[in-house]
């Protein structure tokens, strides 16, 4: 199941700098795990914004959200989720 998830990203102003660069080192770990994994194939910015939009490939409803439960960054996440079909038009094999 192909879903595309766009994530945007509040951190607080006054976060402990050591806290911020923790979290943000353990969801790079965390990401790169999941697409090292074939979970979390793309991945772009979102030009101008602290914000990603990605694709996941996952077997069930509830492994993404498991996935997305488990970053690091996900307390001070904005998510948006869409499930994805394919297209008949696309030309490219099934």
């Known amino acids: 199941m192909l879903f595309a998830v766009t994530m945007r990203v509040s951190l607080p102003t006054d976060l402990d700098p050591a806290v911020r660069d923790d979290i943000l080192a353990r969801e790079k770990a965390y990401s790169q ?6 979970k979390w194939p793309h991945i772009w910015r979102i030009a101008g914004q602290y914000a990603n939009l990605s694709i996941f490939d996952v077997d069930t409803n509830e492994e993404l959200h498991q996935l997305l439960w488990n970053l690091p960054l996900f307390p001070y996440l904005s998510v948006d ?5 394919e297209h008949p038009s696309d030309i490219r094999p099934s």
């Not at 989720?81 to 079909?85: G, S």
């Open 33 to 38: 795990e999941l697409q090292r994994a074939g």
């Open 81 to 85: 989720i869409q499930p994805l079909a």
